[in-house]
């Protein structure tokens, strides 16, 4: 299992990189393009080009900043420390570098001065069995509405304004069929949402292989939880730890947006609520966004969901 939740800390100014392009992008209009994905053990992957290299990169809305594995990128300029460091869901993540990118060219649509933190991600490479370049977070993705299409495996970004407006109306041939609010902690996407009748606070990662639920939780919450075995979890960081696994039932973000029983795991998250100045009490990640078809608008930091398609029996 992997969850980056890497969040970014001060800045450092790197020589500037070319653009990267995702290579198998569909126009749909001028502010528009459809990006397919595939999914490899519940994690989000596109297909990108940068610096002459083609590769994958993981959608990652729990990562702060665009990141790029040091395997195939190196810094730009030598630090006289030994790096940054950076905080991760389970643990510390050491040795982070930052280039800055000049330019990110998504087809015609171009965004100016992107941070990029460069870590070392082998160990994700080497599990997941892909050429790893790096993962697309939050300081890419808050500037568009994000429709993740967990149904037909495929990303639509299109440009918003500053108060969140898409800059064309003829984007989605689909009907939204709901929405909801969030709070926006930093980076992160915080919902409120009940299990059972009991209130929780959780977090939307769309790089979190299961969901995620707090240990300390009290009983009224943690009997919705019903264990089937152990899971070996990986941070940010490369470091594993044993956790218990099973499904979480009865979970609904209101009266009308509810969901099936969903993969979770059962961890301590008091290094992540510290690292981001939250409370959690839980991860939602794939397997809400296997359920819901999803569009993410972070400047009006609202949620819709789009109707799944009527199947003929």
Do not use: W
């Amino acid at each position: 299992m992997f969850s980056a939740y890497v969040f970014a800390a001060g800045k450092k100014p790197i020589k500037d990189v070319p653009p990267f392009f995702f290579t198998k992008a569909e126009f749909v209009n001028a502010s528009t393009t459809r990006i397919p994905f595939k999914v490899i053990d519940q994690l989000i992957i596109v297909e990108v080009e940068i610096l002459d290299e083609v590769g994958d990169f993981i959608v990652d809305t729990g990562s702060e900043t665009l990141i790029l594995n040091s395997v195939h990128f190196k810094p730009t300029r030598k630090y006289g420390d030994d790096g940054e460091q950076k905080s991760g869901v389970n643990d510390n993540i050491e040795d982070v570098k930052e280039k800055h990118l000049n330019l990110l060219s998504i087809n015609t649509i171009n965004l100016e001065k992107l941070n990029a933190d460069v870590i070392d991600l082998s160990h994700i490479e080497q599990t997941k069995k892909i050429k790893l370049l790096g993962i697309i977070g939050y300081n890419v993705l808050k500037d568009f509405e994000i429709f993740i299409d967990t149904y037909l495996n495929q990303l639509t970004l299109t440009k918003i304004d500053k108060k969140g407006n898409k800059l064309s109306n003829k984007v989605y041939a689909e009907t939204i069929e709901d929405s909801i609010d969030f709070t926006l902690k930093k980076h992160t996407i915080i919902l409120d949402a009940y299990v059972g009748d009991n209130k929780v606070e959780f977090g939307l990662d769309t790089a979190a292989e299961y969901n995620q639920i707090n240990k300390n939780l009290n009983s009224d919450i943690l009997e919705y939880f019903y264990p089937l075995g152990e899971l070996k979890l990986t941070g940010a960081s490369g470091k594993k730890k044993n956790v218990l696994a099973g499904k979480l039932y009865r979970v609904k973000l209101n009266d009308s947006i509810y969901f099936g029983p969903m993969k979770t795991v059962l961890t301590n998250l008091r290094k992540m609520n510290t690292a981001f100045g939250t409370n959690l009490d839980g991860i939602l990640g794939f397997e809400f966004f296997i359920q819901k078809r999803t569009i993410i608008n972070y400047r009006k930091k609202k949620l819709y969901f789009i109707a799944n398609p009527i199947t003929e029996p």
